[in-house]
């Protein structure tokens, strides 16, 4: 178990309100992400953190945006919520630049 | 576009037997291959990951790579009521972070 904690789990939202989500690690991982998963979609990224302060853009990055101010936090942000951006949102960590992550337990958004 | 296809499935497999669940990748240039499992309403969890062509074994779980044919597969031998998840492949090109993921075949294991 990587320790990778997320708030809030849930959330509801309307249109048009910003919205945070946080990530949480206690493994020191260098890599964090952020994925949301659809149905028929799988995991699709959103961003992704190399290190502190050093952000990069995913597939799915519109609409969103991320800050990692210290190792342990990746906070995911959506400016404003749209109901396009309703999904379940996870945040994985890695130790390495590979393929072997650790998930947190997810978040569900929705907006109405 | 990079791409990683699954059959959704339902797979239905009965108790005891082998799941085969089979994945196919579009981009040649992929070079690590991760099969994660995903029980309903929970986050992956990775089970399996392999980088060189053939097979590996772990447990009841064994990883097959043909890079010739792109895909792998991830066979499950004596499957238990406990295999019954969503089972997602990943690979990973070798110069950037990101992980292409499949849709997930879902799997069912009847008692």
Known sequence: DAGITQSP??????????????????????????????????????????????????????????????????????????????????????????????????SRLTVL | QKEVEQNSGPLSVPEGAIASLNCTYSDRGSQSFFWYRQYSGKSPELIMFIYSNGDKEDGRFTAQLNKASQYVSLLIRDSQPSDSATYLCAVNLYSNYQLIWGAGTKLIIKP
Request: charged content about 20%.
């Open chain 1, 9 to 106: 789990r849930h959330k509801v939202t309307e249109t048009g309100t910003p919205v945070t989500l946080r990530c949480h690690q206690t493994e020191n991982h260098r890599y964090m992400y952020w994925y949301r998963q659809d149905p028929g979609h799988g995991l699709r990224l959103i961003h992704y953190s190399y290190g502190v302060k050093d952000t990069d853009k995913g597939e799915v990055s519109d609409g969103y945006s991320v800050s990692r101010s210290k190792t342990e936090d990746f906070l995911l942000t959506l400016e404003s919520a749209t109901s396009s951006q309703t999904s379940v949102y996870f945040c994985a960590t890695g130790a390495g630049n590979t393929g072997e992550l650790f998930f947190g337990e997810g």
